[in-house]
T-cell receptor, first 114, second 116 residues
Framework: QQQVKQSPQSLIVQKGGISIINCAYE??????FPWYQQFPGKGPALLIA?????SEKKEGRFTISFNKSAKQFSLHIMDSQPGDSATYFC?????????????FGQGTTLQVKP | DAGVTQSPTHLIKTRGQHVTLRCSPI?????VSWYQQVLGQGPQFIFQ???????GRGNFPDRFSARQFPNYSSELNVNALLLGDSALYLC???????????????FGPGTRLTVL
């Protein structure tokens, strides 16, 4: 119940295309869903995050879509660029927990071809 | 402003040895969390410290321990190293204890530990 399942494991997209990464969770107590971007040799950096009281959040080329009834959320990268090539992680945190624990998905390696 | 800093950057140890990893949070941040990231997987939560008290512990053996100092920096200690402890150890800091929209966790670059 504490897992966050992420797919696909890897993704290849042409420059200018749309990259879509999906995540699913079981625990309905999760109330914060961030997406992190990680480049090789670096720590994860927050990209965008959403709470379950909204169905969509957009920041520039990045959009999170959230489906509370299906317990799924996804990251859409519009107009994908070679500089977006990185590993992306979805994550979730437990609403009633008093800890800083983030539960991460397994990661998606994105390659954007020029 | 300096981000989260971690030391050392890389470390090579042999089985059975002990290791200490260090983390300095962003100035003003009182919470430090430690994560283990095995190659090809997402980070896994090890510990969180907030205001120098342990607030959470992940599913890791007692060989793993941590502490937070009065200046909010933190150490992660691992005893009796096993080959499976080889990973990138990440430290994240935040202002408060619970992740949320106004309490982003900022990650450091990590310490790459190799156990031979």
């Amino acid at each position: 119940q504490q897992q966050v399942k992420q797919s696909p494991q890897s993704l290849i997209v042409q420059k200018g295309g749309i990259s879509i990464i999906n995540c699913a969770y079981e625990n309905t107590a999760f109330d914060y869903f961030p997406w992190y971007q990680q480049f090789p040799g670096k720590g994860p950096a927050l990209l965008i995050a959403i709470r379950p009281d909204v169905s969509e959040k957009k920041e520039g080329r990045f959009t999170i879509s959230f489906n509370k009834s299906a317990k799924q959320f996804s990251l859409h990268i519009m107009d994908s660029q070679p500089g977006d090539s990185a590993t992306y992680f979805c994550a979730a945190s437990h609403g009633s927990s008093n800890t800083g624990k983030l539960i991460f998905g397994q990661g998606t390696t994105l390659q954007v071809k020029p | 402003d300096a981000g989260v800093t971690q030391s050392p950057t890389h470390l090579i140890k042999t089985r059975g040895q002990h290791v200490t990893l260090r983390c300095s949070p962003i100035s003003g941040h009182k919470s430090v969390s430690w994560y283990q990231q095995v190659l090809g997987q997402g980070p896994q939560f090890i510990f969180q410290y907030y205001e120098k008290e342990e607030r959470g512990r992940g599913n890791f053996p007692d060989r793993f321990s941590a502490r937070q100092f009065p200046n909010y920096s933190s150490e992660l200690n691992v005893n009796a190293l096993l080959l499976g402890d080889s990973a990138l150890y990440l430290c994240a800091s935040s202002v408060q204890g619970r992740p949320g929209p106004y309490n982003e966790q900022f990650f450091g670059p990590g310490t790459r530990l190799t156990v031979l």
